[in-house]
Every structure is written in C-alpha cells, then in structure tokens.
C-alpha cells in the first residue's frame, strides 16, 4: 500500500511564501516524475511544476521566477517552494507520483489561501 500526503499549506499575506512537501511511503519504487498540480474554486486542475528523477523541470507560466520544484529521491519526496505569492495562486495543490512502470498515485492535496 502507498501513501501520499501533502503539507505546507496554510494563510499567506500577498507577497509572502510556502514551501509544500510531499512525501510517499509503502511499496512504491523508481518515481520517475513529480508534479504538482492546484486547483482553484471553479476552475480545472492546473499542471503547475513537475520534475523528473534526473531533475529535469518544467513550470507554468504564471509561476516562473516565483515557484521553484526540488526533489529528494532518497526520501521519495518532492518539494514546491512558493515566493511572491499572489492571491491567484490561491488553490487546493495536489502531488502526482509517476513511477517507471506508469502507475500514479495522488495526495489528499493541501490548501494555500493567498489573503491580506
């Protein structure tokens, strides 16, 4: 059995920052790609960051030079630092785990309230 649980989120001040975690643990093995995904009220999920295991990353747009994804692969864990949020940003984020043979697994996701 795996398990996949988020944190880090929370209230943030516009302009302020928030490192999410996303930790895996049971039987998984060889996390080829991580990502991490939001999804904001009325909207559809949003691809926001992802990193492969040689970490190789991509960004959405709207979060360039703000968000950066990290990995820890000893740890089966990827990571998402947030500055300069801004209220769009405001979001429940979701991890996605990859392994090498296609299987994915999801967090519970983790709320990010960006609000003066």
């Known amino acids: 059995q795996v398990h996949v649980v988020e944190s880090g989120g929370g209230l943030v001040q516009p302009g302020g920052s928030l490192r999410l975690s996303c930790a895996a643990s049971?039987?998984?093995?060889?996390?080829?790609?991580m990502v991490w995904y939001r999804q904001a009220p009325g909207k559809q999920l949003e691809l926001v960051a992802s990193?492969?295991?040689?970490?190789?990353?991509t960004y959405v747009d709207s979060v360039k030079g703000r968000f950066t994804i990290s990995r820890d692969n000893a740890k089966n864990t990827v990571y998402l630092q947030m500055n300069n949020l801004k209220p769009e940003d405001t979001a429940v984020y979701y991890c996605?785990?990859?392994?090498?043979?296609?299987?994915?697994?999801w967090g519970q996701g983790t709320q990010v309230t960006v609000s003066s």
């Open positions: 996605n785990l990859v392994t090498r043979t296609e299987l994915a697994y």
């Open positions: 049971g039987r998984i093995f060889s996390i080829n790609t």
């Open positions: 990193i492969t295991r040689g970490g190789t990353t």
